[in-house]
């Protein structure tokens, strides 16, 4: 949870701040059952509460999406932080790339949903993909000033990229290896 969600969760009645969390606890079950498309209607019902209740607090899907998805991203922010040490710049990110689409094969339709938010400011998912934009780029700024990737790689490319790879293996759910393979595939074409 953000500071400011926390501060708001914490400046919520008691009754509004269970519902909150009864709301997060179940988008979290129904996305990870059926994807991030799931019925709002049954995240609603499944929390208790009614469909203008989940409004109120998520204004859209893809507002409940972040919200849902904020820890996953706090952990891959970490990471990469704690990648900036690591002795071979190229092979910091490769890893954190790995552990982005990793993240995003983890809900059926959150790569989708990543990849149209990356093109809009005003969504609430641009909170989750700005600060990993910038996350990646030290890490990318990094492996560019060793050389060990072509200057004219942006981070957004980056990002679109793993997406991209994260849709393809979801939707190849019967080659377990592809995901590997196809960024294997796009390092090659990026490094020096």
Do not use: K
Not at 17 to 45: D, K, M, P
Not at 84 to 101: G, K, S, Y
Not at 137 to 166: E, K
Not at 181 to 190: A, E, H, K, P, S
């Amino acid at each position: 949870m953000t500071t400011a969600e926390h501060d708001r969760s914490r400046r919520m009645r008691a009754d509004a701040r269970r519902n909150y969390e009864r709301l997060l606890a179940q988008a979290r079950i129904a996305f990870a059952e059926h994807g991030t498309g799931a019925s709002l209607e049954e995240v609603a019902r499944g929390a208790g509460v009614g469909i203008g209740t989940l409004y109120r607090h998520f204004p859209n899907r893809h507002a409940l999406m972040s919200a849902v998805f904020e820890e996953a991203v706090n952990e891959l922010l970490a990471r990469s932080r704690a990648l900036l040490d690591a002795p071979q710049p190229c092979t910091a990110l490769v890893t954190w790339l790995r552990e982005i689409i990793t993240h995003a094969s983890e809900y059926r339709g959150l790569s989708r949903a990543l990849m149209s938010a990356s093109q809009d400011a005003s969504s609430a998912l641009a909170r989750c993909s700005d600060p990993m934009r910038e996350a990646g780029q030290a890490l990318l700024s990094r492996a560019q000033r060793v050389g060990a990737v072509r200057q004219d790689v942006s981070m957004a490319d980056l990002l679109q990229l793993t997406n991209a790879i994260a849709l393809a293996a979801e939707e190849t759910p019967s080659d377990p290896a592809l995901a590997d393979r196809l960024l294997r595939l796009t390092l090659r074409g990026i490094a020096c």
